[in-house]
């Protein structure tokens, strides 16, 4: 881990003396608190092109749902071992032909885990660094270490835990972020079940372990903060606030086809007489229908293909000139009738 304690290091003071530039005290304990911030915000913004490879990974996950349920009700009432091994191993193959990945909403946590824990022994080895009984991480010298150990907020320092706490203040402090950090946490998983999910994707074992997740990852949470120095809670509730004001503008922008967000969205732009469509969602349009094409290729889903439409093309359409009628009727002839016999 101590390469990561060092980056943690490293991104932590860099912010302490950008703070201590602008004017905050160098000893206050929430100029260490906004560093841990700081830390968060560098962290997250590096994981963005990440965050867009899970946003693809949860459409392809949509568009084999029909595929999954097919799947579901070919071995529904079959509860030997023998065919629940084989409707695991069609799921399995399934995900494997699509290139799609059940867990990749994890990979940002997964990612995060390393440095979460780095922040777990820089803060919970402050003491020993300042007292000399470890070495300096990085450029988190003993001096910096006092410093950031003794520092407080709201009478609790960074470093304390709720477990043998000797004080109500850090108690207190403890049990209102572990509180932040669980609501931050059902608030994200809720918003993206109730309303960026199309209604099939609501069906079957894999929404029900959701929904199941949906309560039990606070409760999870909540157990394992008392556990945690508060700087590390301070980590987490923020990390769990970026995700949700992140999935809330994702949801709000870019919902997916099918849910109820993409239809409230809809209206909204109904009201206000704009576009249903932007150009931005009209390429997104595009490469879900290339990505549903190459599965149907693949004979990976069935059903016939549906070409997007963009609006150029559909003004193109539109204003299209009607083609003259064909040789041999009404109108051809009487234009084509010789003149002699007219007169």
Request: net charge positive; with cysteine; hydrophobic share 40%.
């Amino acid at each position: 881990m101590y390469p990561f304690e060092w980056l943690v290091a490293w991104i932590i003071v860099l912010w302490h003396k950008l703070l201590v530039v602008i004017g905050l005290p160098s000893d206050n304990g929430w100029t260490w608190t906004l560093s841990i911030v700081g830390l968060v915000l560098v962290m997250r913004a590096a994981l963005i092109p990440l965050f867009v490879k899970q946003i693809h990974a949860s459409r392809k996950m949509q568009l084999i749902q029909p595929e999954m349920q097919k799947i579901q009700k070919k071995y529904k009432g079959k509860k030997d071992p023998e065919s629940q091994q084989k409707m695991q191993q069609e799921m399995m193959s399934l995900y494997r032909e699509t290139g799609t990945n059940p867990l990749a909403s994890c990979l940002p946590i997964l990612v995060q885990s390393p440095f979460f824990f780095g922040l777990f022994r820089v803060l919970n080895g402050l003491d020993e660094i300042a007292s000399g009984e470890r070495q300096p991480i990085g450029p988190l010298t003993k001096a910096l270490a006092a410093e950031a150990e003794k520092s407080t907020i709201f009478g609790a320092q960074l470093s304390d835990i709720f477990l043998g706490a000797n004080t109500l203040n850090v108690q207190i402090v403890t049990v209102v972020l572990i509180i932040l950090m669980s609501a931050t946490t059902f608030t994200t998983q809720h918003q993206l079940m109730r309303k960026n999910m199309p209604t099939a994707a609501l069906e079957g074992p894999f929404a029900q372990q959701q929904k199941i997740m949906l309560y039990l990852f606070p409760i999870i949470f909540a157990v394992s903060g008392i556990n945690f120095p508060i700087g590390v809670l301070i980590y987490w509730f923020t990390t769990n606030l970026w995700t949700m004001l992140q999935q809330f503008y994702v949801i709000r922008r870019m919902p997916a086809p099918g849910s109820a967000a993409e239809k409230a969205m809809h209206e909204r732009r109904r009201k206000a007489g704009k576009p249903l469509d932007t150009p931005e969602e009209e390429r997104e349009r595009e490469h879900d229908a290339e990505m549903a094409e190459e599965l149907r290729e693949k004979g990976v889903i069935s059903g016939q293909r549906v070409q997007p439409k963009s609006k150029k093309r559909s003004k193109k359409d539109g204003t299209k000139k009607k083609p003259g009628p064909p040789p041999g009727s009404s109108s051809t002839a009487t234009a084509t009738k010789n003149p002699r016999n007219d007169s």
